[in-house]
């Protein structure tokens, strides 16, 4: 990755000049959500310009916009590796959980079991909670608090033959550990069970094969990885069938794919959406794995975006590790995440021993360096398991395929200051 070119990815981006107090701002918050390349602000205009009119229409507008649709469920299945019409927008990944979980109550049972883990964020936990109304009980799965790892004995302990569906962390937006969902999957599925992946962390740094790992339902949402903000879910198509959505008595919106979205769709964001993913795709095109630029290339658009995916990951990993290296060199300094050699995102967590997080927080963003403190809505993990809560959480530093080595140093450079500050009674 010697010759990745990180200017040439920063110059797509318009807010990367953006500067605080005369100070270049460092966007190190990319976990709750990367910034916007200037093709995919274009496109959001150049829809609302051009095309902007509802579905369905004999006329000009409406005709594009119902190509914009289809052009756009085509590319979203060819980033998760689906068909076009298992793929359902909505305005973000939560609603699109409970409109899952609306759905699926009508099928639940008094005395059926849920199976949701401690290491999600709320969207894949709340609203698979709420099917306790429908008389499901609930079991959450245990995190080996020392490999930040879900603990699978556990989960294996509570699947049953009443279990009707497991919810799971594809990756952990709060410390950036990846789970190896396949083989949750595999026994899931051994009971009978429907499983529901979040992936909304994961998919900013990896390709995603949802016919690979075999789950049933997998949640994303583009604003994660240079896209606006919305909600994509992949169905299964024998699910998708019989699911039983909620949704305006007509006969043409009770059809797969319209009969999981509500009212008329975010056309524009759905359009920028699809852009966000021809971004990482022509950034597979134009570097290989080694970085040297392709003259002419064969590969198919999700070869293409398996390949931008891979090469983002790679350098953004790069950092990372460089960044974990010297934070463990440095004393107050607790790092929270999988242990070295596991698989990972390249975000990186950690605390400053006797000060609060957001005081932390608060004086990186006064240097222009932005990056997040609290619990990131993984409240289970980051206030129960790991009883953060007092200290303010974990701060959370995400590095992204626009961020630099300068940009690490500059963090790092803060923290040691911070760091150095004397203890009380000290």
Known sequence: MSNYDVQYIREQFPSIKKKLAGLPVAYLDGPGGTQVPKRVIDKITEYLIETNANEGGAFETSVKTDKIMEEARII???????????????SSSTTNSFMLAFAL???ILPGDEIIVTDLDHLCNRSPWIQLQDAGAIIKSVRVNVEEMKLDFDDYKSKLSPRTRLVALNYASNAVGTITDVKKYIE???EVGAITVVDA????????????EINTDILICSPYKFFGPHLGVVYIRDSLFDKLKTIKVDADDLLEVPHKFQTGTP????IYGTAEAIKFIADAGEMFDHDGDKKSESQLTLREKIITGMNIFDEY???LAFYLRSQLYKMPKIKIYGPQEGSERTSTVSFTIDKINSDIVAKHLGSKGIYAWAGHFYAKTLVNEVLNLQKDGGLIRVGVSPYNTMQEIDRLLEEVSILTA???PGA
Do not use: Q, T, W
Not at 76 to 90: I, T
Not at 200 to 211: F, G, R
């Open 76 to 90: 979203c299945s060819e980033f998760l590796g689906c068909k076009a019409h298992e793929v359902a927008f909505g």
């Open 105 to 107: 109550m009508k099928d």
């Open 187 to 189: 026994l899931a599925h």
């Open 200 to 211: 909304v962390h994961y998919a900013a740094h990896k390709p995603i094969d949802v016919k």
């Open 266 to 269: 975010c056309f524009e964001n």
């Open 316 to 318: 953004e990993e790069r």
């Open 421 to 423: 500050v004397p203890l």
